[in-house]
């Protein structure tokens, strides 16, 4: 196999461990107030940990079920995530890991989202809260 030397343990996922698992997963979008989502995500170490993978399943078809890819620049100090789902989107978000919540975000001109998972004290379940902007609303 070509490249095994570098299937090792990313360290700047490192802190990313606690979210490695299956979750039941509850959400809101920013579209549709007052619809709570629900569905599954996992997150699983790809290439002996040197990328975290995503891959979210949700109940209602209005959300796309979607994989994505976790890695980082250390040069940078920063992780990003490369995005694809059902319907054939794929974006790039910046990634930050901080006091048990997971963020991404974009801020492409005339689209802006972002993603937030928060980890119960308990770390037994994560609750997501999406924001998204169009233009300037």
Same mark, same amino acid.
């Given at each position: 196999m070509i490249g095994t030397a570098a299937l090792i343990p990313n360290p700047a996922l490192r802190p990313l461990e606690v979210v490695v698992g299956q979750w039941r997963?509850?959400?809101?979008?920013?579209? +549709?107030?007052?619809?709570?989502?629900?569905?599954?995500?996992?997150?699983?170490?790809?290439?002996?940990?040197?990328?975290?993978?995503?891959?979210?399943? +949700?109940?209602?078809?209005?959300?796309?079920d979607a994989v994505a890819v976790i890695g980082s620049d250390?040069?940078?100090?920063?992780?990003? +995530?490369?995005?694809?789902?059902?319907?054939?989107?794929?974006?790039?978000?910046?990634?930050?890991?901080a006091d048990g919540r997971l963020s991404w975000s974009r801020d492409e001109a005339g689209f802006a989202q972002r993603q937030t998972l928060v980890l119960s004290e308990d770390r037994s379940r994560m609750t997501g809260t999406g924001r998204m902007r169009r233009g300037g609303e």
């Open positions: 997963t509850t959400g809101t979008h920013p579209l +549709m107030p007052g619809t709570t989502f629900r569905g599954r995500t996992s997150f699983a170490w790809l290439e002996g940990g040197a990328f975290l993978v995503m891959r979210t399943e +949700m109940e209602q078809a209005e959300v796309p250390d040069a940078a100090g920063t992780l990003t +995530m490369s995005y694809f789902d059902e319907r054939g989107v794929s974006r790039r978000y910046e990634v930050e890991f």
